[in-house]
Nanobody
Framework: QVQLVESGGGLVQAGGSLRLSCTAS????????LAWFRQAPGKEREVVAG????????LYADSVKGRFTISRDNAKNTVYLQMNSLKPEDTAVYYC????????????????????WGQGTQVTVSS
């Protein structure tokens, strides 16, 4: 079992910044990758960014490239999402997800491969 706890969400004006954190505990040695997803009301959950837990592999949604940066601190079992130049359309609940399925060289864009999820943190960007 892997437990994920997100923090750092909140209310920010357009153009502002937030940093989300996701700390993993439990059987973290089995984690291959971590990703941030988001879900806005009435919309499907979508990947925002992902990172391999051991390799230098990252991915980003086209809508956040150049504005968001995903990083990790293995010693703290924590992954971060630095969000700059926030837009109202970034408003959503942001979820952290972990993949433990034995593919350390893959970072998945879809939700299905991720088998552990955090509770989510709300990000609201006002115009």
């Amino acid at each position: 079992q892997v437990q994920l706890v997100e923090s750092g969400g909140g209310l920010v004006q357009a153009g502002g910044s937030l940093r989300l954190s996701c700390t993993a505990s439990g059987r973290t040695f089995g984690v291959d990758g971590l990703a941030w997803f988001r879900q806005a009301p009435g919309k499907e959950r979508e990947v925002v960014a992902g990172i391999s837990w051991r390799l230098s592999i990252t991915l980003y949604a086209d809508s956040v490239k150049g504005r968001f940066t995903i990083s990790r601190d293995n010693a703290k079992n924590t992954v971060y999402l630095q969000m700059n130049s926030l837009k109202p359309e970034d408003t959503a609940v942001y979820y952290c997800a972990a993949d433990t399925n034995g593919s350390p060289a893959r970072v998945w864009r879809t939700a299905r491969p991720y088998d552990y999820w955090g509770q989510g943190t709300q990000v609201t960007v006002s115009s």
